[in-house]
């Protein structure tokens, strides 16, 4: 009888959270995509990573925090009217300050704007946080497109993220930095999720043997575990593309390493779970607000 009565009350508990799950809506997940070193091809993982999510039904925001040396604009040959400079220099909204790119993705271009954010008053920084939580609201995806090193604010904005993407080439100094900046994350204390993404591989064997490396590495002398999403061949293809300012998902959707590229969103996508408002500890908002503005 006793068990009948518990076994009543845990289903009685489990459809109470269903019912209030169903009430609370949703926000984006978030994810900080870093590389350690510069010139890895981030950005434009980035870039053609949110049209690919966009393609498969995904609403996605890019936000340019790679500051002095944003190039999301650049890749896709536009001019974006604002950047986020212009929420602290001028007040403007972030929604005024959002742009659309191919696919109907969304991006706040890079500015000065990381800089501002050490020294600002209070009430902006409430307003930056009251604007940035409505728009984990409306995207189902914001990626933070992180400039290479780790200044004291990229560090919290990308502790305060669910995911981190960490791309690497199979250069000894692209998987030398990308441990580096992973060893300096890990040194502040806060449990991440990392992804590995391969870059540039000339092959599969390539492939594995640079990113198993880097797992076993961050697992050996970290006790980091991450997860290996797939890579992209060096393709000639991503080149063209860059040059004609194209996103290479769209200036080539049948070849290789569009293919893969989907490949790895799909994977992702699979992995990744919504994230709901009642799980207040992997709040974006909440942890920026703490380790940012100290909230």
Not at 55 to 66: E, N, Q, T, Y
Not at 189 to 196: D, R, S
Request: proline share 3%.
């Amino acid at each position: 009888m006793c068990l009948v009565i518990i076994a009543m009350s845990d289903q009685a508990e489990a459809l109470r959270q269903k019912i209030l799950n169903k009430h609370q809506p949703n926000v984006a997940k978030t994810i900080s995509i870093i590389s350690g070193k510069g010139g890895v091809g981030k950005s434009n993982f980035t870039l053609n990573f949110a049209i690919t999510l966009s393609k498969l039904g995904k609403k996605v925001l890019i936000f340019d925090l790679d500051i002095g040396m944003g190039s999301i604009d650049i890749l896709m040959g536009k001019s974006p009217k604002y950047t986020i400079a212009h929420f602290f220099e001028s007040k403007i909204n972030l929604h005024h300050i959002i742009e659309k790119g191919p696919e109907n993705i969304s991006f706040i271009a890079g500015g000065s704007g990381l800089n501002h954010f050490i020294s600002i008053s209070n009430e902006i920084a409430d307003q930056f946080l009251k604007e940035l939580e409505i728009l984990t609201k409306e995207y189902d995806y914001i990626l933070f497109d992180m400039g290479a090193g780790m200044s004291e604010t990229s560090i919290k904005f990308i502790l305060s993220t669910q995911d981190v993407f960490v791309i690497i080439t199979p250069e000894p100094t692209s998987i030398m930095d990308a441990y580096s900046a992973v060893k300096y994350l890990h040194l502040q204390g806060a449990p991440l999720t990392y992804y590995l993404v391969g870059n540039r591989m000339k092959n599969k064997n390539e492939a594995h043997l640079t990113l198993n490396k880097m797992v076993q590495t961050m697992d050996r002398f970290l006790n980091e575990k991450a997860e290996v999403l797939g890579f992209l061949f060096d393709d000639p293809i991503v080149s063209e593309a860059v040059m004609r300012q194209v996103p290479f998902t769209i200036y080539k959707p049948k070849s290789r390493v569009t293919f893969h590229l989907r490949e790895i969103a799909e994977k992702y996508i699979q992995k990744g779970e919504p994230i709901n408002l009642l799980n207040k500890n992997r709040s974006f908002i909440n942890k920026l607000s703490r380790l940012l503005f100290k909230r």
